[in-house]
């Protein structure tokens, strides 16, 4: 058996595990509150059916989250936190707007096109686009470039199955996700804080790590607008800002992408984005963060404490020029 590190929130490897034990402390807890058991069985069983075909429907969850920790014993940053505490600047720039003013956004129904240097173009309905994919639970950290933390429970399947899907030619290096861009969907976009549509890319053999999700759910529901409904990327050793949400297109490229924080201010922000407490924003410090909830800052993690796994990416890399 491999033992690994006790340091990790679970990862795709582990997470099958994790969810099994999240089930047993499911189960204590439901019969802890009287919970009738064949009702509640039925719950969890239908929350952890296990890995299965991808579905746009997201499990809706009666499950006490409370109860679900990780490995570390880091807590799940609360519901009420993670969905209402969001940067989204199509929907204004303070933390509470996207809350506040994304129900204008209609995620349904919803396309996304995939193009550039690939074999296998073309243009898919959610439903299919998320076809090839295999829906899981992964509880990632997150930690935003502003140097606020939290834990958050995904739902979605790993990006390289759509990835396998397009066949990229062999001269592609990079593929570049686009936000929906909608003046009247998303009314941020009237105020010229970015060059709208939101952009976001990543190395290609970063986005086929298994790490790298693109999510359709959180906390056991379909992700609400405020959180990139109906679709976003998450790639938890990366600042919060790669997680570009609501997606609309995915393209294949031989050069880098020009991202849109890049494209604001390319001293602020780079390319890679690598959480790093070593590389710090020319206006703060990047060696502590505050995780949402906790009152002392804690310690921020070399790639957000996802080292042992990705490392290897960026072997021979000067991580202070590639920031
Ligand atoms: N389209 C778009 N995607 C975006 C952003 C944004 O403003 N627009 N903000 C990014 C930033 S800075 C962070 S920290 C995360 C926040 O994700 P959350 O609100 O779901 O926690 O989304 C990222 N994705
Ligand atoms: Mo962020």
Known sequence: ????????????????????????????????????????????GSMFAGAGQASAQTQVGQRDWSAVRTELDEELTPREDVTTYNNFYEFGTQKEDPARYAQTLQPRPWTIEVDGLCANPGTYGLEDFIQPGTMEDRIYRMRCVEAWSMVIPWYGFELRSVIDRAEPLGSARYVEFKTLHDPVQMPGQRSRVLDWPYSEGLRLDEARHPLAILATGVYGQDLPNQNGAPIRLVVPWKYGFKGIKSIVSMTFMEQEPYNSWKRANSYEYGFYANVNPAVNHPRWSQARERRLGEFRRRETLLFNGYVDQVAGLYAGMDLRVNY
């Open 1 to 44: 058996m491999l033992i690994r590190k006790p340091a990790d929130i679970p990862s795709s490897e582990i997470t099958p595990e994790s969810v099994y034990i999240n089930r047993r402390e499911f189960i204590g807890k439901s019969a802890g509150i009287g919970l009738a058991g064949a009702a509640g069985a039925g719950v969890v």
